[in-house]
């Protein structure tokens, strides 16, 4: 099996405890500088664009929000959107609860307040926001005709909880909501998923190329139809327990740079 391509998760996967590229995970891809390393993330593109930086990789594509955008060199190649209505609908569920929302569409990210949340997700993805009421960002959506690439709920436990019966309930075939933390939800268009950025990816971009060319890391449930379909589907040791009974492989943890220390061992 020739791998032609690789494929990473970033949080918990790539990143190290700091959040951070270690200096012997960007040594381990730029050694194999052959092969298109893309990054695949429920980050927005600007939470990722440093990091393709650091890589040096700049001119390969990237995916973000889960699938629900593609992206190469600025230019978008695929864009999946929640429809405005029923992100408006969401947010006013939240709102009952006191569940802080954020809004994303490509490079933008609105908040309502910079509060708990917000400031964290401002240090772990070193973007900051665009403060504004949400009804506010959803009107000016709705005048541009656009919708979210993901809605990012958090906040108590026990209101994520009611927030993921709610979708469940009121739009299954709508959208989908993940758990990345008990305390967060992180809701997508119900079509997208990495693989199905993957298969456009294979399709528009890497035609020549297969699944089963396609060595991935992951740690996450958004991970697993990513690393069920590839050839080499390996899961970092930290990974949910759900991951690490699909992968084909598993790795040290990402705090001990996981994915180094497998492409080392496996591209020698």
Request: glycine share 4%.
């Amino acid at each position: 099996m020739a791998i032609k391509l690789i494929c990473s998760d970033i949080d918990g996967t790539l990143l190290n405890k700091e959040r951070q590229l270690s200096p012997r995970t960007i040594t381990a891809i730029k050694q194999n500088a052959n092969i298109p390393f893309i990054l695949i993330s429920s980050r927005m593109p600007k939470a990722m664009l440093h990091l393709q930086k650091e890589l040096g990789i700049t001119h390969l594509p990237m995916i973000a929000y889960n699938g629900g955008l593609v992206i190469n060199n600025g230019n978008v190649l695929h864009s999946t959107e929640i429809n405005i209505n029923i992100t408006k609908q969401i947010s006013e569920f939240c709102e009952n609860t006191k569940t802080h929302v954020s809004l994303y569409h490509n490079d933008e990210w609105f908040v309502p307040e910079l509060d708990y949340w917000a400031k964290r997700e401002q240090n772990n993805t070193k973007v900051n926001p665009h403060v504004a009421p949400i009804n506010q960002t959803i009107s000016k959506w709705t005048k541009e005709q656009k919708g979210a690439h993901k809605i990012m709920c958090m906040g108590d436990e026990k209101h994520i909880d009611s927030l993921s019966k709610f979708l469940k309930t009121e739009f299954p075939n709508n959208v989908i909501g993940y758990r990345s933390k008990p305390t967060y939800l992180e809701i997508s268009h119900k079509d997208i998923s990495k693989k199905t950025a993957i298969a456009f990816l294979l399709k528009q971009h890497y035609n020549k190329l297969d699944f089963n060319n396609i060595l991935a890391f992951g740690d996450n449930y958004n991970d697993i139809d990513m690393l069920n379909a590839v050839g080499i589907g390996v899961a970092v040791a930290n990974a949910k327990e759900e991951v690490l009974a699909v992968a084909k492989q598993t790795t040290a943890s990402n705090k001990e740079d996981g994915v180094a220390i497998f492409m080392e061992e496996y591209f020698g």
